[in-house]
């Protein structure tokens, strides 16, 4: 779970792989802030241990799918030894049909990353050469060019990025794309010949779907605390009464995320002249003021659970087939560990949480800049007509919800067979992650929109005090956003916001001054 007892992921600098579980934290310091990866002994001494174990079984020519086997539907044809290498290198061109548009820096980091985990934990027979490559991909800021549309759950983007470890593909270096044998010689390094099981050990494997949930869980969680914070400013701004948030309403509901939320933003609101002028101003608010404890918490249930599961899947081996020592041998058992199931069901469940989050954001935008129902200025803007205001950010919260919602239908509950119906159910788990990680990012803005507003709105209660704590996230908004006396071009104000948010500092100020926002 994500704690203010952690590091920041921008002050981790360096993860060590081997002696562990790696956290969600480590994942989020190497795929976005650049944290470099590093073996321990433990580390290497699986790896090697458990490819002396392949190598033994393939002088021993025994049957092992992918290894002296062809793949899927081909697994009933016998690849001899002498083959083994030819055989790798072309599950891997062969596989890197994935097209369209590309994906992101740090979603690539973060797969390449998971790929390390994965293989590391000696049950794969992969060479401790090839995941000391890959890791110097990620040390030495190497970042494979991957497709990132057409994957049913694995292979297409894992294989792209594992031809430019043999040293073809393309691949971006000093802000050029290159060849990829460019690339590695121009920042000196070698690619490796793929022996045998180790092309398949790259492309196999929930590597990209895992990845995927963690950027996406990372930014839903830090998104829950911050619309508490943005929630509790647009409550005190549209004169909203702090009776709803009273504990004894929320102590007869059993859902402690419910309880919590009421009380985060009681703490939030502490001191504020504006919350006590008009305690008594409306019997009862609108629901996406008065239900903030009740939404925001199933919210934060939501992820809450599906951190146990994504948790549970990054420390996980989901290579096929797997590695076991017994005694002075061993044995290749042949399972279905690449299955993304228990992740991609919980990224679809993620996007229907955020959904919801989303929609009671917009609601309350849209009471900010509506005359009607906020008692403010139509649009927040002193001179309405001549001036438009914040009448259209409202748009870009809706164009965005809109957006949201069509992507929250589930992913994983589609099946279309293949590998001629040798894999006749697919868990379609890695557009559910994908999506999932869009719409976060897509939040984190109608979020920025809410906080820009509810801002605005601040300075038409003077001489009335804000809280402490919304004070302080005002300055910080001010700091990159002035007040609006009449129009300007918007979009670099919700852009510097939602850095903000993206970054964790409006989340990170509030903690620093209640201490942590609960979950």
Known sequence: MITTDFLHPKDIKEVALGDGAVSIEEIIAVARYGAKVTFTEAYCERVDKSRSLIEKFLEDNRL??????????????VISPQDAETLQRNIVRSHAVSVGETLEKEVVRA?????????????????????????????????????GEGSVGYLSPEAHMSLLVIGEGRAWYNDELLPGKDALAQSGLKPVTL?????????????????????ALYNSMQAAKTADITGAMSLEVLKGTIKAFDPRPHALKKHEEQAKTARNVTRILEGSQIIDTYKEHRLQDALSLRCIPQVHGAIKRVLKDAAVSIENEMNSVSDNPLIFPEEEDGIALM?????????????????????????????????????????LPNFLVVNPGLNSGYMIPQYTAAGLLNEIRVLSHPATIDNIPTCA?????????????????????KLEYILAIELMTATQAMD????????????GVYHLVRTEVPKVE?????????????RQIHEGEIVKLVEMSIGEIEF
């Open 421 to 441: 119906n040798q894999e006749d159910v697919i868990s379609f788990a890695y557009f559910a992650s994908k999506k999932a990680y869009r719409i976060s990012k």
């Open 195 to 215: 022996g045998c099981k180790e092309g398949l050990a790259l492309i196999s494997g929930t590597a990209s779907v895992t990845a995927m949930a963690v950027l």
């Open 486 to 498: 009449e129009d300007r071009f918007f979009h670099p104000d919700i852009e510097a916001i939602y």
């Open 64 to 77: 092992i799918y992918g290894v002296t086997t062809g793949f899927g539907s081909n697994m009933t044809e």
């Open 111 to 147: 797969i390449q990353l998971m790929i390390l985990v994965n293989l590391g934990q000696g049950y794969s027979g992969v060479r401790l050469q090839v995941l000391k490559l890959i890791a110097s991909l990620l040390n030495h800021d190497i970042l494979p060019y991957v497709p």
């Open 335 to 375: 399972a279905g560990n690449f299955d993304g199931s228990f992740v991609g069901i919980y990224a679809d469940t993620i996007s229907i949480a955020l959904a919801n989050l989303a929609k009671i954001t917009e609601r309350r935008i849209d009471r900010l800049v509506n005359h009607h129902l906020s008692e």
């Open 460 to 471: 038409f209660h003077l001489p009335l005090k804000p809280s402490p704590v919304t004070e």
